[in-house]
């Protein structure tokens, strides 16, 4: 059965840091996509970081530019997303998805697999 679950998120104060976990059972995350999106209360859920199959290509949204940096652990099934420099704009749940595709955009209906989410919230 294929699964995706985060972890990592929490209550952090603004200009903190936080590292988020995508671990992946029932197939191996070398083999696909993945995305990291947010979404925040009263908002649509939006793209902030995607890396390629393969050769791990990566790319992020301006929002987070600079800031946020994602990553493949292939040993360990797991893909991260090191968040810094936090603030109260980026609170939302964190999902990451997975597609089989090279490199999907960061489009929700361009990944067909889903985690449950984790909470960021950013506030003194």
């Known amino acids: 059965q294929v699964q995706l679950v985060e972890s990592g998120g929490g209550l952090v104060q603004p200009g903190g840091s936080l590292r988020l976990s995508c671990a992946a059972s029932?197939?191996?995350?070398?083999?696909?996509?993945i995305a990291w999106f947010r979404q925040a209360p009263g908002k649509e859920r939006e793209g902030v970081s995607r890396?390629?199959?393969?050769?791990?290509?990566?790319d992020y949204a301006d929002s987070v530019k600079g800031r946020f940096t994602i990553s493949r652990d292939s040993a360990k099934n797991t893909v991260y997303l090191q968040m810094n420099s936090l603030n109260p704009e980026d609170t939302a749940v964190y999902y990451c998805?997975?597609?089989?595709?090279?490199?999907?955009?960061?489009?929700?209906?361009?990944?067909?697999?889903w985690g449950q989410g984790t909470q960021v919230t950013v506030s003194s």
């Open positions: 998805a997975a597609d089989r595709s090279y490199y999907p955009p960061l489009i929700m209906e361009e990944y067909d697999y």
């Open positions: 029932g197939f191996t995350l070398d083999y696909y996509a």
């Open positions: 890396i390629s199959k393969r050769d791990g290509k990566t």
